[in-house]
């Protein structure tokens, strides 16, 4: 079985890939939408739904062990069995064991896999270290992109309630300042109205609003959730960035849909934005490094229906990976209890992880055995004499519990408990014993258990219940105290654990009266006594939950760690009811596990921050923040610099080096917040230098960043002087490699006839796809040397050489591209014309056509005003009639 959030991983690995291969290029926004949604909630949901054994393409799990998740043991427990078994471990038999005179037989070498319980702590496997330090890391990635989603979040709330703003219906336009992306979040709209024309502004504004409406920010806060948990994978930074990008197709087409929106003044007005300062993540962005993706998408012809199979091709993709990856249902009652109970055990201490294998089979109930006599205990080790299903399993018994122990010769001798009785044929030379055992079930213990309503239990779990000792006197102590009917899993994993009556008390006494079995379990591994819960309790949590109790000691807090933090006088970050500033158990655990100590928060306070709270100091020791880190950006000149841009700047890896080559290179102060955009997107000192060693010497730190952004370079920029374009500005640099502007382009229109074209209209005329084969395409309709604006008019109208010609064939052949514009912005066809000549009006002007398409006076209008009896050849009348009384029948 993959692990949970690889399986995650990999759902939204195929879901990307399908969408990119089949959905990414259609115009069925809104749908894609859904689908990307949908197929996002769907890979953490598919996982944990069980397939059908008839339809799973992967083994069941076999219904005599239980191993589903490990249940994890504190390394003090002890006398409780070691259980190591093989299953099948290969065809290449094994020399059996010998023994010499005086020396006890040792098991020839195989390889097991250990399911143990031990007194000391084990060596742990290089591969189980390297595991729990993913673990941990991955974890950490967790917190920390947690917790820099949730500062997004605080950041824009804070933003929009504490700087002016305008109501506008539902929508709250806040006013920024400075050069920051237009965005919106929730029902807010952060703009600087004085860097936009009231034009770009009121399409700003319209965008924006088109985002709130269709509630786009949830899209984007479940993209971001899904980061979160997956942000080790790629493809799900990938699977983000599509979201983002669909949602704003989708919201390009809503605002072209508004009558008073122009496609071509729309896409002017998004390369007047295209690359300002970078905006939270969060947010949906006006402004976008897709720009052209977002133009061509514009421009796109609309998807045919008959292109809807490719949807529908996903629920059989789906339901095959279900197959192929999802567990089979289970075999039985007894290993989805075990599972369930395996599961509490998840979040403790991973370094000692036995499994207890609930169901021994027939051929592990006999075999050979190996033992040594240390005081008044005997460890034993029992093996199977199978080589094809080597098993081994230690277990320490008290020397009384043995009828006699044969020395110097081979005898009988048993150890009798309640679920069976064990007998022994073998002999001890002075501590050392070996020899064959054979193991006799007591099936009235078993009949005993079910009368007890002990659920589960199978043949051969007898085994089982000997080894850890389980008894009806165990069974009748849990009653008492309130476990009743409890799973077979549950009253091993108590009994293996030594789950006594004096523990259970402990608990009682503590105020904890109604704790599960689980939790008594996980309570007892992970070591908590009345001690811990005294200590925890005086250390001023009195009313600690448990399973707070198992955060703490889980994570190692102690009362000397509490008293740590309350010394260090930090603020939680969150007010209490009463008006307190408690520090919450889950405030210390936070801490703990990010490892900060209260030498580290000292530290932090000396340097500039006393009144920081604990989650700005989990913020700052997950990004690696450290006391001589703010001394280095101090010595750089940056002094009390918000929490919050302090992390930003080491999440970036910003680095005094970093700042001190910029202000080598003449950028000096340059805002934090700058300086983060700047180092995020990969400007490094020789980029600023190439810029500069090719003439452009005042490049504002937010133009560096627009620049990078869209890929633009010195040399993007010496390809055009050639062709006459010298000393670029930096901002239209970004505008022409934003929509695909090269030398060879311009070179194109230059062999066309088209020369000294502004920058702004090649910008333009790129943006709407528009080519020399385009212009010439327009040749045969007899147009030729169309003016660059008239190029760029008939490509934003959709005008085409058919649309011309499809005049001309009616008799229209001295139209000029102007008037051309007029009559598709009105949606006039020949079709509407050739509908009057079939009344009676064969002669029709330009004029008349534009008039009567305005006014809406068509063939079925003007018959019907000649049934009431108004007739006349003159057209305009019924132009005049339809403004003056409308549709009016009663006139």
């Known amino acids: 079985m993959i692990p ?432 064959h055992y054979k193991f006799t079930a007591d099936h009235q213990f078993n009949a005993f258990l079910g009368e007890h309503g002990i659920t589960g239990v199978e043949e051969g779990d007898d085994f089982a219940f000997f080894m850890f000792n389980i008894n009806k006197a165990y069974v009748a102590m849990l009653e008492n105290n309130g476990y009743k009917g409890l799973s077979k899993s549950d009253l091993v994993s108590m009994g293996a654990l030594k789950v006594d009556d004096t523990y259970i008390r402990f608990w009682k006494e503590s105020g904890y009266n109604h704790l599960t079995a689980n939790e008594l379990v996980a309570g007892k591994a992970l070591g908590i006594t009345a001690e811990y819960v005294n200590e925890i309790r005086e250390a001023g949590y009195t009313h600690v939950t448990f399973e707070q109790l198992q955060s703490f000691k889980a994570t190692g807090v102690t009362a000397k760690y509490i008293a740590g933090l309350h010394g260090a006088n930090v603020k939680p970050g969150k007010k209490h009811d009463n008006g307190a500033d408690p520090m919450t158990a889950e405030d210390v655990v936070s801490v703990k596990a990010m490892n900060v100590a209260s030498t580290y928060i000292n530290a932090i306070q000396k340097a500039g921050y006393p009144d920081i709270t604990l989650n700005e100091l989990t913020s700052m020791k997950a990004v690696g923040v450290t006391p001589q880190y703010i001394d280095e950006l101090k010595l750089a000149g940056y002094i009390n610099v918000p929490i919050q841009q302090l992390v930003s700047l080491k999440s970036v890896g910003v680095t005094p080096e970093y700042v001190k080559s910029m202000v080598a290179l003449g950028y000096k102060n340059i805002p934090a917040e700058a300086l983060t955009s700047m180092k995020a997107v990969g400007i490094t000192p020789e980029f600023v230098a190439s810029f500069k060693n090719s003439g452009y010497t005042n490049i504002p730190a937010n133009g560096l960043v627009s620049l990078k952004s869209v890929g633009a370079t010195p040399e993007f920029a010496k390809g055009f002087a050639s062709l006459g374009y010298k000393n670029i500005p930096a901002h239209q640099l970004v505008s022409m490699k934003a929509v695909g502007v090269t030398p060879e382009y311009v070179q194109s229109l230059k062999a066309a006839g088209y020369d000294n074209i502004s920058v702004n209209d090649l910008v333009s005329l790129r943006s709407q796809g528009i080519t020399p084969d385009f212009a010439k395409s327009f040749e045969n309709a007899g147009y030729k040397n169309i003016p660059i604006h008239e190029l760029i008019t008939l490509k934003a109208m959709g005008i085409s050489p058919g649309y011309i010609k499809s005049f001309q064939d009616v008799g229209y052949k001295d139209i000029s591209i102007h008037e051309f514009s007029g009559l598709k912005a009105l949606g006039v066809t020949p079709d509407f014309i050739e509908s009057f000549k079939k009344i009676g009006y064969p002669n029709i002007s330009l004029n008349e056509v534009t008039s009567l398409k305005a006014t809406g006076v068509t063939p079925e209008y003007v018959n019907k005003m000649r049934e009431k009896g108004f007739k006349s050849q003159d057209l305009n009348k019924y132009i005049q009639l339809k403004n003056n009384f409308g549709d009016d029948d009663n006139k």
């Open 4 to 435: 949970y959030i690889l399986h995650v991983a990999l759902l939204i690995t195929v879901c990307l890939l399908f969408y990119k291969l089949l959905l990414q290029k259609e115009t069925f926004y809104r749908l894609n939408r859904i689908i990307l949604v949908f197929c996002l909630a769907l890979s953490f949901i598919l996982p944990l739904i069980p397939v059908p054994q008839q339809w799973a393409l992967r083994a069941p799990a076999k219904p005599t062990e239980v191993q589903d998740q490990p249940i994890v043991v504190s390394p003090q427990i002890a006398d409780v069995p070691q259980i190591n078994t093989v299953t099948n471990p290969g065809k290449t038999k094994q020399a059996p064991a010998t023994a010499t005179p005086g020396t006890p037989a040792k098991p020839a070498p195989a390889a097991t896999i250990q399911h143990t319980v031990q007194t000391i702590t084990p060596s742990v496997p290089v591969i189980q270290t390297v595991f729990k330090w993913l673990f941990y890391l991955y974890w950490i990635g967790v917190a920390a992109f947690g917790l820099n989603l949730l500062l997004q979040v605080v950041v824009l709330l804070f933003q929009a309630y504490t700087k002016p703003a305008i109501i506008d219906g539902k929508f709250r336009i806040v006013e920024l300042t400075g050069d920051k992306a237009p965005c919106s979040f929730g029902n807010n709209i952060f703009i600087n109205p004085e860097k936009y024309d009231w034009e770009t502004y009121s399409q700003i504004l319209l965008h924006e609003k088109v985002h709130i409406e269709q509630r786009h920010s949830f899209d984007i806060l479940f993209a971001e959730l899904m980061l979160v948990l997956q942000w080790f994978n790629p493809f799900a930074w990938l699977y983000r960035k599509e979201v983002e990008n669909n949602l704003e197709f989708l919201t390009d087409d809503a605002v072209l849909g508004h009558e008073e929106v122009e496609k071509s003044t729309y896409q002017m007005s998004l390369l007047k934005v295209s690359a300002p300062h970078l905006s939270l993540g969060i947010t949906t962005n006006y402004n976008q490094s897709l720009l052209k993706r977002r133009i061509m998408m514009m421009n796109a012809k609309r998807s045919n229906l008959h292109i809807m199979w490719k949807y529908f091709f996903l629920v059989p993709l789906l339901g095959i990976l279900a197959c192929a990856l999802n567990s089979p249902a289970a075999y039985s009652e007894s290993t989805a209890d075990a599972s369930a109970n395996a599961k509490a055990f998840v979040k403790m201490n991973p370094v000692v992880k036995p499994k207890f294998n609930f169901n021994f089979k027939d051929d592990q109930t006999e075999g050979s055995w190996f033992a040594n006599i240390k005081n008044d205990k005997v460890r034993m080790e029992f093996k199977s004499e199978d080589d094809d299903h080597n098993w081994s399993s230690n277990s320490d018994f008290k020397l009384s519990e043995f009828s006699a122990i044969p020395r110097d010769k081979k005898a009988d001798f048993t150890i009798k408990r309640e679920a069976g009785t064990i007998l022994f044929n073998g002999k001890f030379d002075g501590n050392d014993g070996y020899g």
